[in-house]
């Protein structure tokens, strides 16, 4: 039987494990798709874990999805003398169908821990270090805008409920089906969340070099305007209320995303064009075997930092020697030092 491994030992192998290269992931064809089906294997195992969780805590997420409705006042809703808050089906399996559905998307959420690990375990091979680092960056930071607009979300539906359904005044009283109000309630967060991805994607837009921060400016007017038809197309009940709700956050956001822009076009400002084309003239077509990657100019930097004295140079060896070991395009440079 092995020992367990000491602690030594184990942080080895963590340190190998972060230390991977884009070398590392070279495989063939038939590996990625073992390792592809090795990971929707355990997704969906765990998926399917999440989904009896979900099953056995049903009456707690059903009362969590109608809060908002059992919320409002009784005169709202219709419901029987002394009962409870109660939402109707109309089909003979129209119950197990929306207890079905309800727990598939609590399954979701709850596994996409595991699921979400899967994917970037998958995906980071192939990357490289920088690469990581930023698309670890942005999958964070998508996560946490999805949860807050998942909560603000969830903030506003009585009041939009509220005012939607008292239209009805004296005279008229809802009666609504589980599968519709659970349909609106699910629209509702999938939508902000996904609305509030939007800055995220302008950061992403900007970080990039696809547009700066003062072309963004010059366009605030109508970006403001489309905005609130975004919202107003985009929300389920398309109330003034719930459209006000959605294009506020995002006008707010927006500017946040405005202003991270700024600092990183100012950061570009201060250090100069550092890019492949900065050579080149805005009017003038590059060559055809014009290296756009930035690869040659990266070795080229290598190459002379190969030639210094001191831990920078000796970097600098060691990693043109890595790439001329793996057939890279430092063969040569690594030959001339």
């Known amino acids: 039987m092995p020992g367990i491994p000491s602690p030594r030992r184990l942080a080895t192998s963590v340190n190998h494990r972060r230390t991977r290269t884009v070398e590392d992931s070279r495989m063939p064809l038939t590996e990625h798709l073992r390792e592809l089906r090795n ?6 195992l765990a998926f399917l874990a999440a989904l009896v969780v979900a099953f056995v805590f049903k ?21 029987q003398a002394g009962a409870n808050c109660q939402l109707y089906f109309f089909d003979i399996t129209g119950a197990f169908m929306i207890e079905l559905k309800v727990a598939a998307i609590a399954a979701a959420v709850l596994s996409a821990p595991v699921w979400l690990y899967q994917l ?30 998942g909560v603000f979300a969830y903030l506003t539906l009585e009041t939009g409920l509220r005012l939607l359904l008292g239209f009805g005044g004296e005279h008229l009283v809802s009666l609504l089906s589980a599968e519709k109000y659970l349909s609106y309630v ?14 995220l994607l302008i950061c992403l837009l900007n970080l990039a070099g696809l547009v700066t921060t003062k072309r963004l400016r010059s366009w605030r007017r109508a970006e403001i305007f489309l905005t609130f038809v975004f919202a107003a197309i985009v929300t389920p009940s398309q109330d003034p209320f719930t459209m006000l709700a959605l294009g506020m956050p995002m006008i707010i956001l927006y500017e946040v995303a405005l202003f991270i822009g700024w600092l ?3 950061r570009k400002k201060l250090r100069g064009d550092t890019s492949v084309y900065s050579d080149l003239d805005d009017d003038a077509a590059s060559p055809l075997g014009f290296d756009d990657s930035g690869e040659a100019r990266r070795m080229a930097a290598l190459t002379a930092q190969a030639q210094q004295d001191g831990r920078a140079g000796r970097k600098a060896r060691k990693e043109l020697a890595a790439l001329a070991q793996a057939g890279g395009p430092a063969d040569s440079a690594g030959d001339a030092t």
Request: proline share 5%; glycine share 6%; with cysteine.
């Open 186 to 199: 699910i629209a509702m967060l999938l939508i902000f969340g996904i609305s509030f991805e939007v800055p």
């Open 59 to 79: 009456n707690s997420i059903m009362h969590f999805l109608t809060g908002p409705y059992c919320d409002l006042p009784a005169k709202l809703r219709a419901q």
């Open 39 to 44: 990971r929707l294997f355990k997704s969906v």
């Open 120 to 149: 970037w375990s998958f995906i980071t091979p192939g990357l490289h270090q920088h690469e990581r680092r930023w698309s670890l960056t942005f999958v964070s930071v998508s996560l946490v805008l999805f949860a807050v607009g």
């Open 264 to 266: 990183n076009d100012r």
